[in-house]
Nanobody
């Protein structure tokens, strides 16, 4: 079992920045992919970014956040981060951290076995 706890959400003005953190505990050995997803009211949960280990770290981003968001991971702390810059009102959502202990399609929600409780990000215009 893997437990994920997100932090770092909040209210920010458009153009501002936030950094989300996701601390993993439990059976984290062999964690291959950690990702971030988001869900706005009335919308489905969608892919934001992922960090995949397969002999080296590969990162993946949704087109809507490329160039603005950066995912990184600190394996010594079992923590993944999402640095969000140039935030827009349309980035407002609950952000979820997810993990899976196998190599898989990173952009698909059903690929992930473990989820955090979510953290609210609100961007005001």
């Amino acid at each position: 079992q893997v437990r994920l706890v997100e932090s770092g959400g909040g209210l920010v003005q458009a153009g501002g920045s936030l950094r989300l953190s996701c601390a993993a505990s439990g059976r984290t050995f062999g964690t291959v992919t950690m990702g971030w997803f988001r869900q706005a009211p009335g919308k489905e949960r969608g892919f934001v970014a992922a960090s995949r280990w397969s002999g080296g770290i590969s990162t993946y981003y949704a087109d809507s956040v490329k160039g603005r968001f950066t995912i990184s991971r600190d394996s010594t702390k079992n923590t993944v981060y999402l640095q969000m810059n140039s935030l827009k009102p349309e980035d407002t959502a609950v952000y979820y951290c997810a993990a899976v202990l196998s190599d898989t399609r990173v952009e698909v929600t059903s690929s992930y076995a473990y989820w955090g409780q979510g953290t609210q990000v609100t961007v005001s215009s």
